[in-house]
């Protein structure tokens, strides 16, 4: 009597993979707005909204807890017929993989989104006090070749602090790993999120595939994929090339185009230059936080309270009655400010707006935080 080989089961392929987290993104964004509605009825409109992202991750936390970290399958996962294992035994997940690849994923980039930005301001002033102690260095050179007609040169380790400085933003951004692991994941079928490379957790399908059935793949999104990279990374590098020749012999170029504040802190005089100047700004997460030495230097007195409040009708009388109430948080403005296109808000909650998401809140139009006017009596 023949017996037949054991029945393996196929690793599930790249649609149904994308497929199961679009299901699973749609449920957890269900749940994200029954726990911001109980948190609007609870603590009010603007708890809610100052503790979007916080509500996210709780969410997500909550949803992937009561599924995959118990040993189920998602809804998603259900919905497409497949189950994670571990790599390429084809085993159940263990706890421990299962919670780490949990907390990587979700509180993963939450912690960056708080680590990053006090790591990059910490890094911008060691780099400008090294250009300015560089700068110096030229300075005192150029003096004593006043005869000479060819400035000193700028050395390589200026050059090299000064184009991390310029690109300090992209060199410590993850979006290119990310990028990286997708478009392998376009070309393998495997690892959709980089915590799932990292865990090594694969999907296999739980019903039996013909051979007559097409395993269509997503390698032509791969291909576009790592064809952007490729153009980015191009035209960044004739970017920096073309900034080092305009900048030949000059120290650090765009140090002349700074302005030192105190304490060390530089901002830019360039028109232009919101981003680095908003870095500065904002990099402390919250615009309602406690004095800063940043509000010394520019001498912006501190206050407890908004200085406007439209709960007064004396208060700035030529805002209708109708408009006097904030569309983000329900309540009578505090500080109004005014976005591009006209329409006002409170100053915290359009700028704790504008950061996670720049476009206006009722007509979409294009707003960033630095474009947003306070109103003044």
């Given at each position: 009597?023949?017996?037949?080989?054991?029945?393996?089961?196929?690793?599930?392929?790249?649609?149904?993979?994308?497929?199961?987290?679009?299901?699973?993104?749609?449920?957890?964004?269900?749940?994200?707005?029954?726990?911001?509605?109980?948190?609007?009825?609870?603590?009010?409109?603007?708890?809610?909204?100052?503790?979007?992202?916080?509500?996210?991750?709780?969410?997500?936390?909550?949803?992937?807890?009561?599924?995959?970290?118990?040993?189920?399958?998602?809804?998603?996962?259900?919905?497409?017929?497949?189950?994670?294992?571990?790599?390429?035994?084809?085993?159940?997940?263990?706890?421990?993989?299962?919670?780490?690849?949990?907390?990587?994923?979700?509180?993963?980039?939450?912690?960056?989104?708080?680590?990053?930005?006090?790591?990059?301001?910490?890094?911008?002033?060691?780099?400008?006090?090294?250009?300015?102690?560089?700068?110096?260095?030229?300075?005192?050179?150029?003096?004593?070749?006043?005869?000479?007609?060819?400035?000193?040169?700028?050395?390589?380790?200026?050059?090299?602090?000064?184009?991390?400085?310029?690109?300090?933003?992209?060199?410590?951004?993850?979006?290119?790993?990310?990028?990286?692991?997708?478009?392998?994941?376009?070309?393998s079928g495997s690892y959709y999120h980089l915590s799932k490379r990292i865990w090594n957790l694969r999907y296999i399908f739980t019903r039996h595939v013909s051979e007559s059935d097409q395993r269509?793949?997503?390698?032509?999104?791969?291909?576009?994929?790592?064809?952007?990279?490729?153009?980015?990374?191009?035209?960044?590098?004739?970017?920096?090339?073309?900034?080092?020749?305009?900048?030949?012999?000059?120290?650090?170029?765009?140090?002349?185009?700074?302005?030192?504040?105190?304490?060390?802190?530089?901002?830019?005089?360039?028109?232009?230059?919101?981003?680095?100047?908003?870095?500065?700004?904002?990099?402390?997460?919250?615009?309602?936080?406690?004095?800063?030495?940043?509000?010394?230097?520019?001498?912006?007195?501190?206050?407890?309270?908004?200085?406007?409040?439209?709960?007064?009708?004396?208060?700035?009388?030529?805002?209708?009655?109708?408009?006097?109430?904030?569309?983000?948080?329900?309540?009578?403005?505090?500080?109004?400010?005014?976005?591009?296109?006209?329409?006002?808000?409170?100053?915290?909650?359009?700028?704790?707006?504008?950061?996670?998401?720049?476009?206006?809140?009722?007509?979409?139009?294009?707003?960033?935080?630095?474009?947003?006017?306070?109103?003044?009596?």
């Open positions: 009597m023949s017996t037949s080989p054991p029945f393996t089961y196929p690793f599930a392929a790249s649609p149904d993979i994308i497929r199961s987290h679009q299901k699973d993104a749609y449920f957890s964004g269900v749940l994200l707005e029954q726990i911001s509605t109980l948190l609007r009825k609870l603590r009010g409109a603007r708890f809610a909204h100052t503790y979007n992202s916080e509500s996210r991750i709780f969410s997500e936390l909550l949803y992937l807890g009561l599924t995959t970290l118990i040993g189920n399958r998602t809804l998603g996962e259900e919905y497409c017929d497949i189950i994670q294992v571990e790599g390429e035994n084809s085993r159940l997940p263990a706890l421990g993989r299962r919670a780490g690849y949990i907390l990587s994923c979700i509180l993963g980039p939450y912690l960056l989104g708080r680590i990053l930005p006090v790591f990059r301001r910490r890094i911008r002033a060691k780099l400008e006090a090294n250009l300015r102690w560089y700068a110096r260095l030229q300075t005192k050179a150029q003096q004593l070749e006043k005869g000479r007609s060819k400035a000193a040169s700028s050395p390589l380790g200026a050059r090299v602090q000064h184009y991390i400085l310029q690109n300090l933003e992209t060199l410590t951004s993850p979006s290119p790993i990310y990028a990286l692991s997708l478009a392998t994941f376009y070309f269509v793949g997503y390698e032509v999104l791969g291909v576009l994929l790592a064809l952007q990279m490729a153009v980015q990374a191009y035209l960044h590098i004739q970017n920096t090339m073309t900034r080092d020749t305009l900048s030949t012999g000059t120290l650090g170029a765009g140090v002349g185009t700074m302005a030192a504040i105190g304490g060390g802190v530089e901002v830019s005089l360039d028109p232009n230059a919101y981003s680095t100047n908003n870095a500065l700004l904002f990099e402390s997460g919250n615009a309602a936080a406690a004095p800063t030495d940043l509000q010394k230097w520019t001498h912006t007195p501190s206050s407890d309270k908004p200085r406007y409040e439209l709960d007064n009708e004396s208060t700035m009388p030529w805002i209708a009655g109708g408009n006097r109430k904030c569309t983000l948080c329900l309540e009578p403005m505090k500080d109004p400010s005014v976005t591009t296109c006209g329409h006002v808000f409170c100053w915290v909650c359009i700028s704790d707006w504008a950061r996670e998401k720049p476009e206006c809140p009722l007509c979409r139009q294009n707003c960033l935080v630095q474009h947003v006017l306070p109103l003044r009596g």
